[in-house]
């Protein structure tokens, strides 16, 4: 009971209930669908904070109804009772987890890259192990993942991918993989089978294409078609529905050949240049805070935040926060929430 008081407090209940009633208060305007999308970014957050609302008191209802079963002293209401308190255990945990996103943009959808290191075909074929990673875990947190641009290595693995991550909090979690991720195992590629290093860096960006309204003038743009590219089958396309989007005054390149259509392919390649954007406007106010705490961090190649030994031993673990484990199987697998809690912790100095 008090810790999930404790919790109501860092979630701040009373004013999610203020900020939906004010949003509603907006709703029933007249005039609020004048501008189309304010008025589906501000349905959106509503939507969230309902949802959000109702879990709580969810869970307070469900904790009410176990203290009265428990004041009855009834002793064939035990296992009833004992299974209750399992399941608010669990789920208390898991708002937990969630308590610690209190970020702008932690609720939002993610868009996840993945870039080989040099090394040819081991750096892409590690790129290629922590895409299935990736992909696993939003399978396990049932997000919907999709590949929205890839480049094959020429021998296995890949070069670079780019997915788009959809779930309630997926930057939230996400975030804490941004950065170089080190790989330290027996080459399968190696004849004479020695340990290679492997280096993939990871990019996360909130996916705000609904959240904030992000100005490119058509002029600062380049379009092109390309085929997209592919293992081959059915799956190829012989038009042009590929995009390549050119920003020429930041220089970044976008691209998307997953959809089926050149509009769809379109469109999707907009909001990751849109995130892009954004993702460039927030690092560089990152580093004028950091600049004025007199801080510097380097965001370069040389810093990688977590290490994943396979050989001559088992560990991943974490630089940032020292949280390290052995089992390097179920970490491939997709099982990051361990790595993304104590990040979420560290982050925010408390551990709720």
């Given at each position: 009971?008090?810790?999930?008081?404790?919790?109501?407090?860092?979630?701040?209940?009373?004013?999610k209930?203020?900020?939906?009633?004010?949003?509603e208060a907006?709703a029933?305007?007249?005039?609020?669908?004048?501008?189309p999308?304010?008025?589906?970014?501000?349905?959106?957050?509503?939507?969230e904070?309902r949802?959000?609302?109702?879990r709580w008191q969810?869970?307070?209802k469900?904790?009410?109804?176990?203290?009265e079963l428990?004041?009855?002293?009834?002793?064939s209401l035990?296992?009833?009772?004992?299974?209750?308190?399992?399941?608010?255990?669990t789920?208390?945990d898991?708002?937990s987890?969630?308590?610690?996103?209190?970020?702008?943009?932690?609720?939002?959808?993610?868009i996840?890259s993945?870039?080989?290191?040099?090394?040819?075909?081991e750096?892409?074929?590690?790129a290629?192990?922590l895409?299935?990673?990736?992909?696993?875990?939003s399978e396990?947190?049932?997000?919907?993942?999709?590949?929205?641009?890839?480049?094959?290595?020429e021998e296995?693995?890949?070069?670079?991918?780019t997915?788009?991550?959809?779930?309630?909090y997926?930057?939230g979690?996400?975030?804490?993989?941004?950065g170089v991720?080190?790989?330290?195992?027996?080459s399968?590629f190696?004849?004479?089978?020695?340990?290679h290093?492997?280096?993939?860096?990871?990019?996360?960006?909130?996916?705000?294409?609904?959240?904030?309204?992000?100005d490119i003038?058509?002029?600062d743009i380049?379009?092109?078609?390309?085929?997209?590219s592919g293992a081959?089958?059915?799956?190829?396309?012989?038009n042009e529905?590929?995009?390549?989007?050119?920003?020429?005054p930041?220089?970044?390149?976008?691209?998307?050949?997953?959809?089926?259509?050149r509009?769809?392919?379109?469109?999707?390649?907009?909001?990751?240049?849109?995130?892009?954007l954004?993702?460039?406007?927030?690092?560089?106010q990152?580093?004028?805070?950091?600049?004025?705490r007199?801080?510097?961090?380097?965001?370069g190649?040389?810093?990688q935040?977590?290490?994943?030994?396979?050989?001559?031993?088992?560990?991943?673990?974490?630089?940032r926060?020292d949280?390290?484990?052995?089992?390097?199987?179920a970490i491939?697998?997709?099982?990051?929430?361990?790595?993304?809690e104590?990040?979420?912790?560290?982050?925010?100095?408390?551990?709720?």
């Open positions: 009971m008090r810790r999930l008081l404790t919790l109501r407090c860092v979630f701040d209940l009373a004013s209930i203020a900020e939906t009633a004010e949003l907006q029933a305007q007249s005039n609020f669908w004048d501008d999308r304010a008025a589906q970014t501000t349905m959106q957050r509503l939507s904070l949802a959000e609302i109702e969810t869970m307070q469900s904790l009410d109804e176990a203290l428990a004041e009855l002293g009834d002793e035990f296992e009833e009772l004992n299974g209750e308190v399992v399941r608010l255990q789920a208390v898991a708002m987890f969630t308590a610690l996103m209190s970020g702008r943009y932690d609720s939002e959808n993610a996840l993945l870039h080989a290191g040099a090394g040819g075909t750096a892409q074929d590690w290629m192990m895409l299935r990673t990736f992909l696993r875990w396990r947190h049932k997000f919907k993942a999709e590949i929205v641009d890839q480049m094959d290595g296995a693995g890949i070069k670079s991918v997915i788009s991550i959809k779930g309630t997926a930057y979690f996400l975030q804490s993989e941004r991720h080190r790989l330290v195992r027996i399968p190696d004849a004479n089978k020695r340990r290093t492997s280096f993939v860096l990871c990019e996360v960006i909130p996916d705000v294409k609904n959240a904030i309204e992000i003038p058509a002029q380049t379009i092109d078609s390309f085929r997209s081959g089958g059915q799956n190829v396309q012989k529905t590929a995009i390549r989007i050119t920003h020429h930041s220089g970044l390149v976008v691209s998307c050949q997953n959809e089926r259509s509009l769809q392919n379109l469109e999707t390649a907009m909001a990751v240049l849109r995130a892009r954004l993702a460039l406007e927030l690092q560089k990152e580093e004028e805070m950091l600049k004025l007199g801080e510097h961090v380097e965001m190649w040389g810093n935040i977590r290490s994943y030994v396979l050989q001559p031993y088992q560990m991943v673990k974490d630089h926060t949280y390290e484990t052995s089992q390097t199987g491939l697998d997709g099982d990051l929430d361990g790595f993304m104590a990040y979420l912790k560290s982050r925010v100095g408390t551990v709720v």
